[in-house]
């Protein structure tokens, strides 16, 4: 991905943010994927009374992608308010790993802190069964 893609995908993070629905933490969370062909698939934070059923935006983003029928993904956004950008749970950098994820952008919403990593950094030895042509569909389903 090239800085303009990085930028577009970061916003649209940002932007997805707003529409979190985070009534029991405050901890407002966007998220956007960037899918082999080009597209774009945002998600937020989406709590429920019930805390365990809360859903991350990270995990909306990918499986919104996924619903979608892209099941290829090269990057993903993830934008929410701090100190420092934040730092994707162990549970969503699994399931970006799933999804062939590579590039993890974490950025505060005005953009005052972008760090961009490798999946590999933030998850060096993911639980992988499968080879990665039948996770994401190019060969057996
Ligand atoms: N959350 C995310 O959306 N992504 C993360 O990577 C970490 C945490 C959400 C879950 C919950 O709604 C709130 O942030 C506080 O944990």
């Not at 805390?51 to 929410?80: D, F, N, P, Q, T």
């Not at 969503?92 to 994820?101: D, H, K, L, W, Y």
């Not at 590999?120 to 389903?141: D, V």
Request: aromatic letters at 6%; proline letters at 6%; hydrophobic letters at 40%.
């Amino acid at each position: 991905m090239n800085p303009e893609q990085m930028t577009t995908l970061v916003r649209a993070a940002r932007d997805a943010r707003r529409k979190a629905y985070a009534p029991y933490s405050g901890f407002k969370v966007g998220a956007a994927v960037w899918a082999v062909d080009g597209t774009v698939v945002t998600g937020c934070n989406v709590e429920n009374v019930s805390y365990g059923l809360s859903h991350c935006a990270e995990r909306v983003a990918i499986h919104k992608a996924v619903s979608m029928g892209k099941r290829r993904l090269l990057a993903i956004a993830v934008v929410a308010e701090g100190a420092e950008p934040p730092t994707p749970c162990g549970a969503c950098r699994q399931v970006m790993a799933e999804f062939g994820i590579e590039t993890v952008i974490m950025a505060t919403p005005r953009g005052r802190k972008v760090i961009t990593k490798n999946l590999s950094e933030l998850l060096p030895e993911p639980f992988l069964f499968l080879p990665k042509r039948q996770r994401t569909g190019t060969g057996r389903e």
